[in-house]
């Protein structure tokens, strides 16, 4: 039998698509998956449209990459966005080190599963001055790891979870200031967190009772 004819179209395909896949692989940094968790992130605010359209989601406004193309920065403080973040494809950016969106009108709850245990490589986090509401979750993220938290100045209630600053032995810095927080703050904040802590602001809120009763 005649080899089949429609046999070279497809490997030349082939080819075309390995040949291309290498440029765009050398070309741009950026992975897929980080790429399409930035853009639902960014589907997610309602206002104003990021300047997130070039293909290297590496090069993007307030993006840092590693030489892997895995986002390790997200930091667009002061940037006017407005949106729920909470569940959120945030969480699928598991390469996290720096998380800085302060100073923006970004509303729902810390206390989603998923997000905060998901993050474990987050070294600073700030989501200071926005409408984040609700408790905050059992732990702090990257327990470990976390060096500096600034969740102040949102609409944060209910109690600090007495398991929350356990093993954070290299947080230096801790803001919940200016929230309405309840209750007593938890002595695990003196047995099992870093002995650097240099800032601690529970200012402002609506704490009661003791310090450090358990
Ligand atoms: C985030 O990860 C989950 C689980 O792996 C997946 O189902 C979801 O589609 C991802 N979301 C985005 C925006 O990549
Ligand atoms: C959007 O970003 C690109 C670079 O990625 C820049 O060339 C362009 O001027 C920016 N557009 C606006 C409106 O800022
Ligand atoms: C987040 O960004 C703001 C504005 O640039 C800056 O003032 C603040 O120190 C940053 N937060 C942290 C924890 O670095
Ligand atoms: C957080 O949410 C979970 C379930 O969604 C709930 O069981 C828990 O009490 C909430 N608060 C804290 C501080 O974890
Ligand atoms: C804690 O911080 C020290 C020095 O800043 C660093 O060497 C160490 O790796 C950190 N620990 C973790 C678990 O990241
Ligand atoms: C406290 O937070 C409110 C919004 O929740 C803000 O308007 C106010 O400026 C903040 N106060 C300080 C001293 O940061």
Not at 2 to 21: A, E, W
Not at 85 to 109: D, E, K, R, V
Not at 208 to 214: C, E, H, I, R, T
């Amino acid at each position: 039998m005649v080899p089949q004819p429609d046999h070279q179209p497809i490997s030349y395909g082939f080819l075309f698509i390995l040949f291309f896949s290498s440029i765009i692989s050398a070309k741009y940094a950026c992975k897929l998956t980080e790429r399409s968790s930035l853009m639902s992130f960014s589907l997610s605010l309602s206002s104003p449209p990021l300047n997130w359209t070039s293909v290297d989601c590496c090069r993007w406004e307030g993006i840092t990459c590693d030489q892997d193309g895995l986002v390790t920065q997200l930091l667009l403080p002061s940037k006017g966005l407005k949106g729920g973040i909470f569940p959120s494809s945030l969480a699928n950016l598991t390469h996290l080190t720096h998380l800085n969106l302060s100073h923006n009108s970004l509303y729902g709850s810390l206390n989603q599963t998923g997000f905060f245990s998901s993050l474990n490589r987050l070294e600073i986090l700030d989501l200071s001055s926005n409408l984040l509401s609700g408790e905050l979750p059992a732990s702090l993220p990257s327990r470990n790891v976390i060096r500096m938290v600034d969740l102040s100045s949102n609409h944060l209630h209910g109690e600090i979870p007495s398991s929350f600053f356990q093993q954070a032995w290299n947080l230096t810095s801790f803001s919940v200031g200016n929230n309405t927080l309840t209750g007593s703050i938890p002595s695990s904040i003196c047995l099992h967190s870093s002995p650097s802590i240099r800032l601690l602001d529970f200012s402002f809120n609506k704490f009661s009772g003791k310090f450090f009763p358990d």
